[in-house]
C-alpha cells in the first residue's frame, strides 16, 4: 500500500526551527522529484518546495533562504528543514512526489505563535 507519511510538526515560537519528515513507502523513490506543500487555515494547499531527482532544489519566495528541502534515497526520505519561522509558515504540512500525485497522507501541523 502506498502511503506518505509526515512528521516532525509542533508548536514553535516565532524565529524557530523544525525539520519535518516524509516517509514514502513507494517503489523507485529516487526517480521522482519530490514536493513539500502547505495549507493554512481557510487557504489553498500551496507549493512549498521541490527537489529532483538530482537534487536540484526550488523554493517558493515566502521560504526561500529560510527552508531546506533535502532527501535521503536510502530511507525513501524526504526532509523539509525550516529555520527562521514565522507565524505566516503555520499550516499543515504535507509531502507528495510529481504527478500523478499518490493519495495525500495525513499531515503534520506547524504552529508558530509566541
Known amino acids: 500500500q502506498v502511503q506518505l507519511v509526515e512528521s516532525g510538526g509542533g508548536l514553535v515560537q516565532p524565529g524557530g526551527s523544525l525539520r519535518l519528515s516524509c516517509a514514502a513507502s513507494i517503489s523507485a523513490f529516487s526517480i521522482y522529484t519530490m514536493i513539500w506543500y502547505r495549507q493554512a487555515p481557510g487557504k489553498e494547499r500551496e507549493w512549498v518546495a521541490h527537489i529532483t531527482t538530482f537534487g536540484t532544489t526550488s523554493y517558493a519566495n515566502s521560504v526561500k533562504g529560510r527552508f531546506t528541502i533535502s532527501r535521503d534515497n536510502a530511507k525513501n526520505t524526504v526532509y523539509l528543514q525550516m529555520n527562521s519561522l514565522k507565524p505566516e509558515d503555520t499550516a499543515v504540512y504535507y509531502c507528495?512526489?510529481?504527478?500523478?500525485?499518490?493519495?495525500w497522507g495525513q499531515g503534520t501541523q506547524v504552529t508558530v505563535s509566541s
Open positions: 507528495n512526489k510529481q504527478a500523478p500525485l499518490l493519495q
